[in-house]
């Protein structure tokens, strides 16, 4: 089932002479439950593409469609609530909350929408996250992976359509980034995500069902066959 | 090599956006700052010149010698003298007196008397007038005119106008008439060969010392010594406790304003250090030692400080000027000083900008403590630190009790505690004002309103009979009048039973205090004077409503249970206080019931000076108990009306009747009124300039807590949280800093205008505290003002805020 959808996706900063194609014409689907890992190198358009997918930004041309709802044709305040109903975010740096604590941080979505949380579903998400110890610390109590992965939970409180993560494990140590690797994958078998990374880390990569490569704006799928050669 | 002040000033020169704001805050607080210390100069100014208006001199010893006096004259430490003696009250027209003062030249100057036709007089049988009292007495009287007058030994006498005196605006407010004779003249009419010596004492003389010096050396008595109190303590040389309570308030208003100040400026600089505390960890993890950074820190303080100071400086001016420009329109007598032209007070601009610097760099030791303890880690990591925390805390209720965005606010508040404290007590501090100061101007317009109650002009029977009903018909025709009040007025015999009164009338109406009054054989109080009933119609009645102190006044109440509506007495402070709603005075043999109580009234004095009690009542109720006609009718003016004119014209329809007492009150309401507003402007001038700084520490305050936490709020917004919703988080941030303010204020404002309206107030006539309701909704207007006012510019940033921008790593 298709889940995400690009039609002609592009975005070009500047004109003239200062004129930058961040991403040319992009068409790509994504299925529901998938993995998808883009690879580029800096200054390619991977964090263009991400934020493009998940409603941040502004296409210069375009659409993306997430569960058959195209995204540029609402209007900015339904945009922001489809956004936290139906995508979630985990950033490279965490940005969380710092007044709130890990329980509030991680319903922060369905907070937004003034409504109650799911409670179980939400202790099976701390507990999952081995978080059920620090459910009233604040972000400064926590550890750099601890905090990322309140960032994980936030993304999957509201059991989004898809999980957008851009460069999840970039601000920790090898031990985090196994174990946030580890939950990534989990959840997305748990509780049947669908999941688009960007990541400069070769393990995500090929533990990815799909990998895309951008480089110089242009998206391509990299084969199964090109894999190993990076 | 670059030190510390190198790097504060490249890192001002590098955040201009920060730098503006920071010297904005302190330009605005020099600015106030110049300003109230202007505004209390031109206020020291206007009290040195209200208070000399009438007298210059600074002490008199009476009844001296003309040896004594020429002795007192050559004393070193005296500037100028004069000699006056008062020579009694002479009566004029029947309806009009007029004191009579004698003075030689010298005595004139410091009798402020200035000539402006004609001459002072130079024999005893010239006499010279103010302007306006020479109109009263007669529109066209001249120089070279003559008027006969009773002296106090009812003798007759005539003399001749030398000269026209410029007004004194003190004797026209009180319609008091001075004539100004010679001082031979004087001596005659009071049969003495002493007089009074007028001395002006030289500044730099203790005037304590010169007292004691006369004393002591040329053997006068201390009771003979009088001082100008009001004078000497307007220019500050007076050790008297009242002039110790000016000098207290003006020191008071400065310190508060320059508080206000350092509050405004501790909050922006706190602010600025907590954005930087990254830059501040990067220069320690580098070597700068802690005291090296507080130094940056005072450093930034000093060259925003000095950046600010000549603008600050300006703006100080230009506020002055304003307000002296008004000041000017409203009363030009008093404010003859400010010529027009820029005023400048250098020696309150020098204060103004000296403590506006010294008030910088004390507001910026916090911050630079706080700045020097940041420890070199804070640069190495991306974690958001949000405060001190040291231990788990039970966190997490609020957002189950209140909205998000709601929960958010109040949590990030109650982590900066310091800083809402502080910048919610610089707003509360205008609503303490306001609230401190309303029974001060309340009384002192209760004060100077006495004349309003009898109009513009008014027109008396001198035996209480009734004004002929063609008269008041006539008067009411006459062009430039706008309404007539015509009042039925009866002289009654009034009581009313000592146990009625609380224990502290009692107290200070027994035997031997100055109020003293004896209950009669049947218990009630035996009054020392007569009583005024006043009958006027119900609309009349009705218009009463808005002095109502206690009760309710209701023509058809009063005329079904005899009722009156008492007016308080403010002569004197003990008398009638205690009486309330419910009870009874009894006028000759009927029983009146006391209705209601209202402020005090000039109108009960209009017949006789020495009432008991004055009361009001229906005409229904009046006429059963006395059939007199209106025997007063009082009338306002319309707008553009000639009051002189007017004047002419009633003095001209009862010219035939000597019964009938024409008033002219029209200049001397002119003057009260202006009065009021001068300090009307003076107080809330004060008040303002308070609540404005309190005001632009809570924008300042919103502006840059919001500009800290762009990457916050953009993830918020890429978490789903619409503009709508960070609009409403933005609101309920400010509003929490409206509720303290408003809490403080009015917990600590309503008792202090409790304590200064039964200090000023109750005390004098009784009047007890209420609740004051219209301060409070003020207050909440003017909170609510300054909170929507201050989310408007962090909104606006908000607006351009790019959440991509925001959520990727710097």
Redesign the interface.
């Known amino acids: 089932m298709q889940i995400l959808a690009t039609h002609d996706l592009s975005k070009v900063y500047g004109k003239g002479e200062t004129k930058v194609e961040a991403l040319k014409p992009t068409n790509l689907t994504v299925n529901k439950g998938e993995f998808i890992s883009i690879i580029g190198p800096s200054g390619s358009g991977k964090?263009t593409l991400l934020?493009l997918l998940?409603g941040?930004?502004y296409p210069t041309s375009g659409s993306v469609t997430i569960d058959g709802t195209d995204l540029f044709s609402m209007k900015?305040?339904n945009l922001?609530?489809?956004?936290?109903?139906k995508i979630g975010?985990v950033?490279?740096?965490y940005?969380?909350?710092?007044?709130?604590?890990v329980?509030?941080n991680i319903?922060?979505?369905i907070?937004?929408?003034?409504a109650t949380p799911d409670m179980q579903y939400i202790n099976e998400l701390i507990n999952t996250l081995g978080l059920d110890n620090r459910?009233?610390?604040?972000?400064?109590?926590l550890s750099?992976g601890q905090?990322q992965r309140v960032a994980i939970g936030?993304a999957l409180a509201t059991k989004p359509s898809i999980i957008l993560a851009d460069e999840p494990t970039?601000?920790l140590d090898s031990k985090s980034s196994k174990e946030v690797l580890s939950l990534l994958h989990m959840s997305v078998q748990r509780f049947n995500q669908t999941l688009i990374v960007i990541t400069h880390n070769p393990e995500i990569a090929e533990g990815a069902d799909r990998i895309l490569r951008i480089e110089d704006g242009v998206v391509t799928e990299v084969k199964a066959g090109e894999r190993h050669d990076g | 090599m670059m030190d510390e002040r190198g790097i504060a000033l490249r890192y001002l020169k590098a955040q201009k956006k920060r730098s503006i704001l920071l010297a904005f805050g302190v330009t605005l607080a020099i600015a106030l700052i110049c300003a109230v210390f202007s505004m209390l100069n031109a206020m020291q100014m206007y009290t040195v010149i209200e208070a000399s208006e009438n007298v210059i001199w600074h002490i008199v010893v009476k009844k001296t010698s003309s040896e004594q006096a020429g002795q007192l004259a050559k004393r070193i430490d005296v500037a100028a003298s004069g000699r006056s003696l008062e020579a009694g009250t002479a009566i004029i027209n029947e309806d009009l007196s007029m004191g009579l003062t004698g003075c030689d030249a010298d005595g004139a100057n410091q009798l402020n008397l200035h000539i402006k036709n004609g001459k002072l007089p130079q024999s005893d049988n010239e006499i010279a007038l103010e302007e306006w009292a020479a109109r009263k007495i007669n529109s066209k009287l001249a120089v070279g005119d003559t008027i006969t007058v009773t002296l106090m030994d009812k003798t007759s006498k005539t003399y001749r106008i030398s000269g026209i005196l410029k007004d004194h605006n003190k004797n026209k407010s009180s319609n008091y008439i001075a004539g100004t004779i010679t001082l031979n003249e004087a001596k005659r009419i009071m049969k003495t060969d002493k007089s009074d010596t007028l001395l002006q004492v030289k500044s730099g003389v203790d005037i304590e010392d010169f007292v004691n010096s006369l004393v002591k050396d040329q053997k006068i008595s201390k009771d003979s010594i009088l001082q100008h109190t009001t004078l000497l303590a307007a220019e500050g040389r007076s050790k008297n406790d009242s002039a110790k309570q000016i000098y207290i308030i003006g020191g008071f208003l400065a310190l508060l304003v320059v508080f206000a100040a350092i509050i405004m400026i501790y909050n922006v600089f706190n602010i600025s250090v907590a954005q930087r505390v990254r830059q501040f960890g990067m220069l320690r993890a580098l070597g700068a030692t802690p005291k090296q950074i507080r130094t940056l820190v005072k450093s930034e303080a000093v060259f925003v400080s000095l950046f600010g100071v000549l603008p600050g400086i300006l703006c100080g001016i230009i506020a002055t000027n304003v307000l002296l420009l008004f000041l000017r329109t409203i009363m030009p007598e008093y404010f003859s000083f400010y010529s027009g032209s820029i005023y400048i007070s250098w020696i309150s601009l020098v204060i103004g900008a000296v403590v506006g610097i010294l008030a910088t760099f004390i507001s910026s030791l916090l911050p630079a403590r706080k700045a020097g303890k940041i420890s070199p880690i804070e640069a190495m990591t991306s974690v958001v630190r949000s405060g001190n925390i040291k231990k788990k805390t039970a966190w997490g209720i609020l957002t189950k009790i209140l909205p998000i965005e709601a929960a958010v606010s109040q949590r990030r508040l109650m982590f900066r505690k310091r800083s809402f404290i502080v910048t919610a007590l610089s707003l509360s501090f205008g609503i303490l004002l306001i609230l401190s100061f309303s029974p001060l101007t309340e009384l002192f317009k209760m004060g100077t309103s006495h004349n309003y109650d009898l109009g513009d002009m008014y027109i008396i029977t001198a035996d209480g009979s009734g004004i002929p009903d063609g008269l008041i018909d006539s008067i009411g025709k006459i062009d430039g009048v706008d309404r007539i009040y015509p009042k039925r007025m009866a002289s009654v015999d009034a009581t009313f039973e000592y146990k009625l009164l609380g224990d502290d009338y009692k107290d200070s109406i027994k035997d031997g205090s100055p109020f003293s009054l004896k209950a009669d054989s049947n218990g009630f109080v035996k009054p020392p004077s007569k009583s005024t009933l006043i009958g006027i119609s119900d609309s009349d009645l009705n218009n009463l409503k808005s002095k109502l102190v206690f009760g309710r006044i209701d023509p058809n109440q009063l005329n079904n249970e005899n009722g009156v509506i008492l007016i308080l007495n403010m002569s004197t402070s003990a008398c009638n206080s205690d009486l309330r709603p419910g009870q009874f005075i009894k006028v000759g043999p009927r029983k009146l019931k006391i209705c209601g109580i209202v402020k005090p009234d000039a109108l009960m004095y209009a017949a006789n000076d020495k009432v008991f009690l004055g009361m009001y009542t229906t005409e229904k109720v009046f006429n059963s108990i006395n059939s007199n006609k209106p025997s007063l009718v009082t009338l306002n003016l319309k707008r553009d009306a000639d009051s002189d004119i007017v004047f002419s014209k009633l003095k001209e329809l009862t010219k035939g009747n000597k019964n009938l007492k024409v008033y002219n009150q029209a200049e001397g309401q002119d003057v009260s009124k202006r009065i009021v507003l001068v300090v009307d402007v003076f107080v809330y001038g004060f008040i303002t300039i308070i609540a404005l700084i309190g005001i632009l520490n809570i924008i300042n305050t919103m502006s840059t807590s919001i500009i800290t936490r762009t990457r916050e709020i953009g993830l918020l917004r890429a978490s789903g949280m619409t503009m709508g919703q960070v609009t409403a988080m933005v609101a309920c941030e400010s509003a929490l800093y409206g509720i303290l303010a408003l809490i403080i204020g009015l917990a600590a404002g309503i008792p202090l205008h409790r304590q200064f309206f039964i200090l000023l107030i109750k005390r004098n006539c009784g009047i007890p505290w209420s609740m004051p309701w219209y301060l409070v909704i003020i207050s909440s207007i003017i909170t609510v003002t300054a909170v929507m006012i201050s989310i408007i510019s962090p909104l606006s940033h908000i607006k351009k805020i790019e959440i991509t921008q925001a959520v990727t790593v710097d």
Do not use: W, Y
Request: glycine share 6%.
């Open positions: 964090s934020h998940g941040l930004d900015e305040k922001s609530i489809f956004r936290r109903r975010f950033f490279q740096a940005n969380l909350v710092p007044v709130l604590t329980e509030e319903t922060l979505p907070l937004l929408d003034h459910r009233k610390h604040l972000p400064s109590q750099g905090q936030r970039g601000n």
